[in-house]
């Protein structure tokens, strides 16, 4: 390894080590700095032995704290994952990372939050804009209508 690209190893382990970052991420800023093909996948290469690069950790932190923070449901956390890169296995562990029974409470969280806003008389109405609001946060739509029926009784 030449001593440009261990100066490079080093700024990119430091970007790395700040927060979780995918290989489309790493790519990008290597990129920037001119530097491509052969030489990018050894720094990558590198990263993930030296332990500097998960995608796997990465998309089980980025699910989680979408998750828990933002409130997004599983479809939108997949479309995000998918648009950076991450697909299969990595994806289906962090989604597997997202208890049954937290998912839905948190669904019932967010719609009881989002009722208290709404100012409408129909019931229908009220309804459809919180199911609306729901499939917009990435809830399966029959969890939703599931949860939305289940207040009904």
């Known amino acids: 390894m030449t001593e440009y690209l261990k100066d490079a190893l080093r700024k990119i382990a430091s970007y790395c080590a700040y927060q979780e970052r995918t290989q489309q991420e790493v790519r990008k ?6 530097i491509y ?7 990558i290469a590198e990263l993930i032995t030296q332990g500097y690069l998960s995608e796997e950790r990465f998309a089980t932190s980025f699910a989680g704290g979408k998750f828990r923070v933002m ?3 599983k479809r939108k956390i997949t479309q995000e994952l998918k648009q950076r890169g ?6 289906n562990k962090a989604l597997a990372n997202i208890a049954p029974d937290d998912y839905k409470s948190r669904l019932v969280e967010l719609i009881d939050k989002k009722r208290g806003l709404i100012r409408d008389d129909n019931p229908l109405v009220v309804k459809q804009k919180l199911a609306r609001y729901a499939l917009s ?16 009784e």
């Open 29 to 34: 800023r290597l990129d920037k700095w001119d």
């Open 37 to 43: 093909g052969d030489d990018a996948e050894e720094l």
């Open 71 to 73: 409130g997004w449901g």
């Open 86 to 91: 991450i697909t299969g296995y990595n994806l």
């Open 137 to 152: 946060k990435g809830y399966e739509s029959n969890l939703v209508w599931e949860v939305l029926g289940a207040e009904e």
